[in-house]
Nanobody, 129 residues
Framework: QVQLVESGGGLAQPGGSLRLSCAAS?????????IGWFRQAPGKEREGVSC????????YYADSVKGRFTISRDNAKNTVYLQMNSLKPEDTAVYYC?????????????????????WGKGTLVTVSS
């Protein structure tokens, strides 16, 4: 069974940075699959934050994080990262990573959650002074 585990959340000050990690257990190789980051703030719907395709490494970002967040892979560590800079209080949320089980999958720009069947349990990010 595929397990995705997020880490790296915590408390950051406005303008600060955090780096989230998404690691997979077992034989699931993240490089072969589209991986997305999502977040859900209290009382709000889940939002797609970023996605990286397997097929060509294309990356996508929500307008709210464009220019501040960067998604990347470390294939040697079988880990996908979300580098978050210039954090704002409105970035406060539980952040989840998810994977599309289809080999060679790509992100769907119009719906980053499309095809994402494997989900982690999330890591809390709080941005506050």
């Amino acid at each position: 069974q595929v397990q995705l585990v997020e880490s790296g959340g915590g408390l950051a000050q406005p303008g600060g940075s955090l780096r989230l990690s998404c690691a997979a257990s077992g034989e699931f190789t993240l490089d072969y699959h589209a991986i997305g980051w999502f977040r859900q703030a209290p009382g709000k719907e889940r939002e797609g934050v970023s996605c990286i395709s397997s097929s060509d490494g294309s990356t996508y970002y929500a307008d709210s994080v464009k220019g501040r967040f960067t998604i990347s892979r470390d294939n040697a560590k079988n880990t996908v990262y979300l580098q978050m800079n210039s954090l704002k209080p409105e970035d406060t949320a539980v952040y989840y990573c998810a994977a599309d089980p289809t080999y060679g999958s790509s992100c769907l720009r119009s719906d980053l959650s499309y095809g994402m069947d494997y989900w982690g349990k999330g890591t809390l990010v709080t941005v506050s002074s």
